[in-house]
């Protein structure tokens, strides 16, 4: 057995590392290219990207569409990278803004970090875990007007679909995560879970501290998934002054925090068993 252990062990130090300029560039692009709300051509286009992304670097694609009330269509992006195991990890990140921000950290960060992410998983050895990788759609309800991030709940529809929601081991929502050296990580369990917020808190070391939103509550993707019974997370900067205003802005993005993030991440994505 020590044969295999060794290539096994070798392949993981081997995996190629995701980029951090690559999610800043992204990021900065997504920006640039103004508000992204609900609904809109801005967001579709914006979905597009992702997706084209996705499928260039190799992951398979799959789209889980649906309607916001009032606004028009909208859609999730996945991209999919299977394993050979049943269990399934989610990193997640919504593409939408509340106009007239550009949305630069919240959240072409945790988009662009997505980006990233596909590259190397999918030129990197196959994951302990079925990969989703999803920008959501209509994350934003003071835009939607809606109660739920009907994004994250659409993905949340789909895993019931497909009988796929017992075999969630984390969804973790990156929401705002492009500035700053600290991020918090929100969760509703009424404490840190061996297997969940703990592994997390282990990579983030002192970069990351755990707060526990109110039961059923959460600001981001993560509330809808925790609300299904999945383990959900989200991991994001301590404060965001800008948010859902027009100062953020893609100037204010800091590439040493994507190469944060993705120190946390990207170990946690590939070997969550």
Known sequence: MLVP???ACCAFA??????PTEAHRFAVSLARQGPRPAGSKAERVAHQRVAARFRAVGLRVGYERFTVPGKGPSRDVIGIRDAASDCLVIAMAHTDTVPPAPGADDNASGVGTLVALARALATGPEPACDVWLVATGAEERPYTGQPDHLGASALTARLKRTSRIQDVRVALSLDEVGRGTKFDLHSTASAPRENVERRILAAGGDAVRWVEDPVG????????????????????VVDEPCRHTACDTPDRL??????????????LLRTWD
């Open 14 to 19: 081997a995996a190629p590392a995701p980029s």
């Open 217 to 236: 509550e959460g600001n981001s993707d993560h509330r809808e998934l925790a609300r299904a019974g999945a383990p959900a997370a989200k991991l994001g």
């Open 5 to 7: 252990m060794l290539a």
């Open 254 to 267: 800091e590439r040493g925090a994507f190469t944060r993030v993705l120190k946390i991440v990207w170990p």
